[in-house]
């Protein structure tokens, strides 16, 4: 016996809920999806054009700092003053790979989608549900709806634990995804800090020596330039901080964006959450804290019949 109704939200599309009769335990994998996929299948690409142009201008804005840092800053001083230039430059250049790789990897990382069509009675029978149990199907992208999973019009999918989508990585943040973009703030707001302090110490010390041996450009580019950089520094120094303690308050508590808005808990939040944050934090990043700052390690695998029912 099968029952279905409608109930829609803003940021979700319809759900319909289903009762299963299990009656068959031997699952048969669907066919690999392709949506949102490009280099033959490897890579999670999300083809938004507005999100493409805002990753874009990230990376620009990067090798602006890149730039000012290295050849207005560094490089005209290092015979003057080589310990404190190659130092900066070596601490300026790990934040600055490291802000990169962190957005590469969110942008074309699956974030957790759910794969759509699997919603079909065919293969509800499949799936190894209790009988009697209700599950959710996304008329949107025509999916298996998990437990915290939300739809994204941008992306067009049902994503698992979704926080957000953000155009400036030109993805959606979820539950594979989440600490390489939670990395991607935290190093986006270190070269900041670190590129706002050595323009200021900069310009301090062309005027003190009134534009004498300032660097290798005139001093109205200069100042131009240094101008540009600390505004462009103080911004996404602001941003990426009230960013970073946002995901990092949501990591804490088990909680996501859109369940914060949205006033919900999930289930099984409420009963081990306050039992074990630590759990929480390790879901996220990985078990070994060791490796939490690299955007090129995993973070902890889901469990087998998870990534079976719900993976692309």
């Not at 991607?184 to 010390?205: E, G, K, P, R, W």
């Not at 914060?260 to 804290?289: C, T, Y």
């Amino acid at each position: 016996m099968t029952r279905e109704f409608y109930d829609s939200s803003e940021e979700d599309d319809m759900d319909s809920p289903y009762q299963v009769d299990a009656e068959a335990a031997v699952l048969t994998r669907p066919p690999r999806d392709m949506h949102n996929k490009c280099c033959g299948g490897k890579a999670w690409c999300i083809k938004d054009i507005c999100g493409i142009i805002c990753a874009m201008l990230t990376w620009f804005l990067i090798l602006y700092a890149e730039f000012v840092v290295t050849m207005v800053m560094l490089v005209p001083h290092a015979a003057r003053h080589p310990l404190y230039s190659w130092a900066n430059m070596a601490l300026f250049q790990t934040l600055a790979f490291l802000a990169f790789a962190s957005h590469l990897r969110t942008m074309f990382t699956d974030p957790g989608a759910v794969p759509k069509g699997n919603a079909t009675k065919e293969v509800i029978k499949q799936m190894t549900f209790r009988e009697g149990q209700v599950i959710f199907k996304c008329t949107k992208c025509c999916s298996i709806k998990p437990e915290r999973a939300h739809h994204c019009s941008v992306c067009q999918r049902c994503i698992r634990k979704m926080d957000h989508h953000c155009p400036w990585v030109n993805n959606c943040v979820g539950e594979n995804n989440q600490k390489y973009f939670v990395l991607f703030t935290f190093y986006i707001a270190a070269i900041s800090i670190h590129s706002l302090t050595l323009s200021v110490c900069q310009l301090v010390t062309c005027i003190r020596e009134e534009w004498r041996e300032c660097g290798a450009y005139s001093p109205p580019a200069t100042v131009v330039l240094l101008l540009f950089l600390i505004a462009e520094a103080l911004l996404f120094a602001i941003f990426t901080a009230v960013m970073l303690a946002t995901q990092l308050h949501a990591i804490w508590h088990d909680e996501t964006g859109i369940e914060q808005l949205k006033k919900e808990k999930a289930k099984e939040q409420a009963r081990w959450v306050r039992k074990s944050r630590w759990k929480s934090i390790q879901n996220v990043f990985g078990r070994f804290s060791i490796f939490w700052l690299s955007p090129f390690t995993q973070p902890s695998p889901k469990t087998k019949l998870d990534s079976f029912l719900y993976s692309v």
